[in-house]
């Protein structure tokens, strides 16, 4: 090293003074890549800062103070390959994920004391019926999601249907039930595990399966169902739903027949929050009784 470089350049005490950060946390920002020593004297193996590492060690310091985890600040910081967006942009969008998992727990909680921990349940009010649907063909992708993959998956997959059939000349209009697609859960999704999840686009016209596309004949039906607006189709505001269809189901000596379903009749940019969204259906035969 030049003498004058190792004249400016700051021991680890000195590079913690005027950073705030401690030995413990520069060592564990050095094995993590994200903060080595501008150089380690090879005589007594002391750690060599650079005056120029300081605004990144600052920078470091106030993101973890937010619980961003290292991996995370390392992004943020440095972004990913041939990313576009700036650090910015970065750090809010981190930032809006986090706001969306605290939105989830508070929710959760919620659900939690009206649904199971109140002896007095302070329910959301669904009005339940019942209808009948006819037999549908319908093309369908199935994937293994869980509660944070869910949306984007399965939105993913309907457009891969829809630009099938728009390409084998198939007509997805709008039916008489439902706009043209519902979602099937073959399972419990949640936010630790995953379970297999159908997307449906009912069509009429020709189209061939692919090698991710089935089509196939829905049968007809009879469904329990409750109308959800836009705003209460966020996960867990939705479980209020889903919970009202099966005591409606269970009141009226019905039994599930299939697996539950999302079933949508607008398109999401056209409905407002408070707008009638989509139904929540399970469907159902009656109970014999000997």
């Known amino acids: 090293m030049h003498r004058d470089t190792r004249r400016a350049a700051l021991t680890i005490s000195e590079f913690a003074r005027r950073t705030g950060l401690s030995h413990k946390a520069l060592r564990l920002y050095d094995l993590s890549g994200l903060l080595p020593p501008a150089e380690v004297d090879p005589s007594n193996g002391y750690r060599l800062y650079a005056p120029q590492q300081i605004e990144r060690a600052k920078l470091i310091s106030l993101l973890r103070r937010l619980d961003m985890p290292l991996a995370t600040v390392a992004e943020v910081i440095d972004g990913a390959p041939g990313a576009a967006d700036g650090i910015e942009r970065r750090v809010l969008r981190w930032w809006n994920s986090q706001e969306e998992q605290h939105r989830v727990r508070r929710e959760l909680v919620e659900y939690l004391r009206s649904e199971w921990l109140s002896a007095d349940p302070q329910r959301p009010e ?62 419990m999704v949640t936010p630790d595990s995953e379970a297999p999840v159908e997307v449906c686009v ?20 009879i469904q329990a169902y409750a109308t959800v607006t836009k705003r209460e189709c966020l996960y867990p505001r939705i479980l209020h739903a889903y919970d009202a269809v099966a005591r409606f189901v269970r009141e009226a000596e019905l039994s599930p027949f299939g697996p539950s379903r999302e079933i949508y009749f607008t398109c999401f940019d056209e409905a407002g929050d408070d707008d009638p969204f989509a139904y929540v259906a399970q469907p159902i035969e009656r109970i014999l009784r000997c």
């Open 202 to 221: 009912p069509f009429t016209g020709p189209a061939e399966p692919t090698a991710n596309i089935t089509i196939r004949v829905e049968p007809a039906q």
């Open 126 to 187: 669904y009005w339940v019926a019942t209808r009948s649907t006819p037999e549908t063909k319908v093309a369908a992708i199935r994937r293994e999601v869980d509660q944070t993959t869910l949306v984007d998956t399965m939105s993913t997959a309907a457009a891969e249907i829809r630009e099938h059939l728009a390409a084998s000349g198939g007509d997805t209009g709008r039916l008489q039930f439902g706009r043209d697609e519902w979602w099937i859960y073959h399972g």
